[in-house]
Every structure is written in structure tokens, then in C-alpha cells.
């Protein structure tokens, strides 16, 4: 993941069954950043990251989630079921 000045916005997503970001994020610095926000457009997302899934709420406002786990980053990516038509998920 590159360090974002600004939130992260994906390419539109479309169609039916599972959709994934095709992209893998994770924090750099733990320790600068213990948490991260993901929020999504159109419609809802799930952050994968190996311990637990964390969904991304359709909303104007970031949900913010831990960064890592006993000072370890996670790496995830984002995944949806049958994606609302324009969907895109943002992270920051």
C-alpha cells in the first residue's frame, strides 16, 4: 500500500457472484498508525485480513479498525457479493 495523502477510492465494481480489489493493503508503520478507516459507495464491502473480517458500512464516514495485531500489520484486500452497479470501496 502506497502512503496515501488522501483516501484510497477503487475502480468501480460491477456484475454477479464474488468481486475482489485485486489489491492487497497493509500499514506500514504500526506504530504511527495502529488503526486504518474503510468505508464504501453503493454498496457494503468485507476487508479480508487473515484474523477477522471487517465489513465496510455504505456511509460518508470512515469505520476505523486495528492495524495490526501485537505490533505485526495485516495485510488484507476487499471482496463483495454481487456488487451494486458503480460500487467502490475507500481506504485511508
Request: charged share 15%.
Given at each position: 500500500m502506497d502512503d496515501f495523502v488522501k483516501p484510497y477510492e477503487?475502480?468501480?465494481?460491477?456484475?454477479?457472484?464474488?468481486?475482489?480489489?485485486?489489491?492487497?493493503?497493509?500499514?506500514?508503520?504500526?506504530?504511527?498508525?495502529?488503526?486504518?478507516?474503510?468505508r464504501a459507495h453503493?454498496?457494503?464491502?468485507?476487508?479480508?485480513?487473515?484474523?477477522?473480517?471487517?465489513v465496510a458500512p455504505v456511509s460518508n464516514n470512515f469505520t476505523y479498525t486495528v492495524s495490526n495485531f501485537r505490533g505485526t500489520p495485516f495485510i488484507g484486500y476487499f471482496a463483495t457479493w454481487n456488487p451494486v452497479t458503480n460500487s467502490r470501496y475507500h481506504i485511508y
Open positions: 477503487s475502480n468501480p465494481f460491477s456484475g454477479s457472484g464474488w468481486h475482489f480489489s485485486g489489491l492487497r493493503f497493509t500499514v506500514r508503520n504500526v506504530k504511527l498508525n495502529p488503526y486504518f478507516g474503510i453503493l454498496d457494503s464491502f468485507k476487508f479480508f485480513n487473515g484474523m477477522h473480517d471487517v
